[in-house]
């Protein structure tokens, strides 16, 4: 057994019972983002945490702890994902990254937007011509440091 059959194991219970990710995030009482990336393998729960996402899931004792075990992070199988939603982040990063870079740096100067103190809302904006994503990413800024 190992984290990725644990995620495996998540993902079947939950397609087989219809579970929502922000339902569980109530349950662990976390934000649905940083909940889901959990739950998909990408962040390391505690004991309290791993119990509620275990009762939900019906996960043993045992896969509870792999819950705890700090992963390897970042979970796309290919460099260029293939996946169309995922590779539509691929494009925005490819197309305005340079741009975002730049911003970044001339209000900030010469550093990097931490993914670690990080947090994320991913929300439905309705609109008559189609409901929109709206995704807003909030990261400290790392300055780089001279020595």
């Known amino acids: 057994m190992n984290r990725n059959d644990v995620t495996e194991k998540i993902i079947t219970v939950k397609v087989a019972k219809g579970i929502q990710w922000a339902?569980?995030?109530r349950k662990v009482g976390l934000s649905k983002e940083w909940t889901t990336a959990a739950c998909l393998g990408q962040m390391t729960l505690d004991a309290a945490q791993a119990k509620v996402v275990g009762e939900i899931f019906g996960l043993t004792a045992e896969e509870q702890k792999w819950l705890q075990v700090v992963p390897y992070k970042g979970s796309l199988p290919s460099a260029v994902?293939?996946?169309p939603l995922i590779y539509r982040w691929y494009e925005i990063v490819n197309?305005?990254?340079t741009t975002i870079k730049e911003?970044?740096?001339?209000?900030?100067?010469d550093g990097i937007m931490s993914a670690i103190d990080f947090s994320m809302d991913i929300d439905r904006q309705a609109d008559p011509k189609g409901d929109r994503?709206?995704?807003v990413l909030s990261g400290k800024f790392l300055p780089y440091k001279t020595y």
Do not use: N, W
């Not at 911003?103 to 100067?109: N, Q, R």
């Open 23 to 25: 339902d569980v995030a």
């Open 81 to 83: 994902p293939t996946d």
């Open 95 to 97: 197309v305005y990254g």
């Open 103 to 109: 911003l970044i740096h001339e209000e900030f100067g």
């Open 133 to 135: 994503v709206k995704v």
